[in-house]
């Protein structure tokens, strides 16, 4: 959540196998096949988590085990995907120095560092499903989007250039802009913040589009019902968008109940990430393009001063972590079973 985000602000992690100490490194790619994310040439959906967290504690040895902590336990839920930050403002060795003043020279090292347990590049490192350009770009000075195109144009070139290998997305949100006038009163409140799902989501190296959904902050004040209903014509209009227009794979890849909520419970919690689940699951059996959603977001015990009212503690809140566990499994099988459209012509993202 938030407005903050880099050049390669973050990346998301494949837990096919859970990057620990001893374990067998992933050796493939996720790559794309018509619209649809793949893996060895076989259909890839996923049920996955956000836990931005993750730099920041295993930079302190102290709580490096919270961070194994929360990977095990999603790990053990058959979550697959952890979408997490790489960025720092500021200080020693940022990447950036100063508002809009970007060290060149430490940008390219995230994308060149070496894993330090499989001492593979991180642009050669299969363990990365994908870098984001930037968390929720926005632009307020333009609303056209125009803006918001050029720099994604740029930086993914960029990023191209370096990494080709490892599939991009930019960190949308999902507000539609000028592009599509009339996809506009999509936009929660007719909001416009400078950025256009459909003509940021065409530039041709980015490989999937995302969206983030938060009803009950965009729709504050607004029943339960106004708030799911919203949420269900948000996920439709992209998906259709995304299969329709773009022909790319899409990712929500943020969404959640916040326990701050007027009225919350955690049932309440568990029905809406149920209701949810349940579409994602729907739009990947029909036709492809849906590919997985992350909740936000999971931590490991002890981390109370990290949460902000969505968090889940797997190891807590066991009717959640089944909910989540359930969702994993099926969409395990739909991508086994093949019974998504998958379309077995590769393109981007495979090396």
């Given at each position: 959540?938030?407005?903050?985000?880099?050049?390669?602000?973050?990346?998301?992690?494949?837990?096919?196998?859970?990057?620990?100490?001893?374990t067998v490194p992933i050796q493939s790619f996720v790559g794309i096949s018509g619209s649809q994310l793949?893996?060895?040439?076989?259909?890839?959906?996923?049920?996955?988590?956000?836990?931005?967290?993750?730099?920041?504690?295993?930079?302190?040895?102290?709580?490096?085990?919270?961070?194994?902590?929360a990977l095990r336990e999603a790990s053990a839920a058959g979550l697959t995907v952890c979408r997490t930050w790489a960025f720092a403002d500021g200080g020693d060795r940022a990447l950036q120095i100063s508002p809009g003043t970007y060290d060149e020279h430490v940008f390219q090292t995230v994308m060149t560092r070496l894993n330090t347990i499989t001492r593979v590049a991180y642009k050669d490192e299969p363990t990365i499903m994908a870098w984001e350009l930037m968390n929720e770009p926005r632009c307020e000075t333009d609303h056209s989007g125009k803006t918001v195109n050029g720099w994604v144009e740029e930086?993914?070139?960029?990023?191209?250039?370096?990494?080709?290998?490892h599939l991009l997305e930019i960190?949308?949100?999902?507000?539609?802009?000028?592009?599509?006038?009339?996809?506009?009163?999509?936009?929660?409140?007719?909001?416009?913040?400078?950025?256009?799902?459909?003509?940021?989501?065409?530039?041709?190296?980015i490989d999937f589009a995302t969206i983030h959904a938060y009803p009950d902050i965009w729709l504050s004040g607004k029943s339960e019902d106004e708030q799911l209903r919203f949420m269900q014509?948000?996920?439709?209009?992209?998906?259709?968008?995304?299969?329709?227009?773009?022909?790319?794979?899409?990712?929500?890849?943020?969404?959640?109940?916040?326990?701050?909520?007027?009225g919350y419970t955690l049932n309440k919690r568990d029905t809406y990430i149920g209701n949810v689940y349940r579409d994602v699951y729907r739009y990947a059996q029909n036709g492809g393009t849906m590919s997985g959603s992350l909740v936000w977001q999971a931590m490991a015990e002890g981390m109370e001063s990290y949460g902000d009212g969505y968090e889940i503690v797997l190891s807590q809140s066991t009717s959640t972590?089944?909910?989540?566990?359930?969702?994993?499994?099926?969409?395990?099988?739909?991508?086994a079973n093949g019974t998504h459209g998958f379309m077995p012509a590769h393109r981007r993202g495979t090396p």
């Open positions: 959540m938030g407005s903050i985000g880099l050049i390669v602000g973050m990346f998301m992690l494949s837990m096919r196998s859970i990057v620990c100490q001893g793949v893996i060895d040439g076989s259909p890839f959906l996923f049920n996955g988590f956000n836990s931005y967290w993750m730099m920041y504690l295993s930079s302190d040895a102290n709580d490096r085990q919270k961070v194994s902590a930086m993914a070139s960029f990023v191209k250039s370096i990494d080709n290998k960190g949308m949100e999902g507000f539609y802009g000028d592009s599509v006038p009339e996809r506009k009163q999509a936009n929660p409140n007719n909001i416009q913040v400078g950025t256009d799902f459909i003509s940021n989501h065409l530039v041709k190296d014509s948000w996920l439709w209009n992209h998906w259709q968008d995304a299969r329709n227009v773009l022909k790319k794979p899409l990712v929500l890849a943020e969404f959640g109940k916040s326990s701050k909520d007027a972590a089944g909910i989540m566990s359930r969702q994993a499994r099926a969409l395990g099988a739909l991508a």
